[in-house]
């Protein structure tokens, strides 16, 4: 899996860290965080803008010494309603990274830096973060399980098609201009309960897909550098750059609180796919409560069941 786990000790400590960093790259308002986190998006002001490791000379360099797997590029206009998932190997042209760093704005490219966190020279500024948003969110969601960052760098009106994360996210917009349309999983029209279930499976998981309908749903914000906003846990989300280069940070992350949640969803769509109808999760915090329980009893001849197909289909 990408990113990092955080060890319980670790996570036990974070926010005291990030309550005493002298400099702080992130603002978040106590007032906000609490009112709206994890229920709606909100806007939030940081300094990664200011920052000479956010550069795009420093960016490009990061991404010559990082193994080519991290770095995954798209060239041309792609349609906003593409498949996110395989945009990137739809959309590469066969160029090389080289090609494409050399000519970056002839060739309208964009480029997704996955997990810089693991470069020495950005893992203090990003566990610098990553102590700030679990001193931010202490209250709400204290315990931080993993994380992972991804740095996005494209030319002008590029799109990152509709598609939902499995996790929590601060978007940090560094250079340029961004138009982000978040929707609310809470709308059942949106995504329906079933849609939550197999997005957040142990198996067959697949992302819910883009309707027309939902478009007067959207909420849209407008990044500018120095602003980032708040997407909530699997908050559907599309993202249009500016007329100009654009360069943002996605932070995002899982806590013990949404971990409980998947495990739940998880379950639910083992029940669908054994011809039950479950509850919703978050109706019931008991009935949740023995899904997550039983989803990670689940979890051991699940994976010993896929074992043993995957060896039966080497076999045959
Ligand atoms: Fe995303």
Redesign the pocket.
Known sequence: MLGEFVPRDVAATLAERGRGLSQRLVDFSPDTVKASYNRRPFLVSHHLDQHPAFRLSSLFSLCRRLPPSEVKYRVGVIPDTAD?DSSYARFSKGLSLDDVLDRFEQSKAYICIYNPERDPAYRPILEGILSEVAAAINECDPVITWYST?VFISTQDSV?PY???REM?F?LQVRGTKRVALWDPADDEVMSPADKDRLLSMFGSKRATYSPAFESKAMTYELRPGIGVH?PFIAP?R?TTGPELSVSL?F?FRTQKSDKLTSAHAFNHLLRRCGWLPAEVGHSPLADGIKVVASKAAQMPISLLQKAWRARRMAT
């Open positions: 996110f991804y990152t598609h939902m994360d996210n978007l997407h989300h993202v996605a995002t």
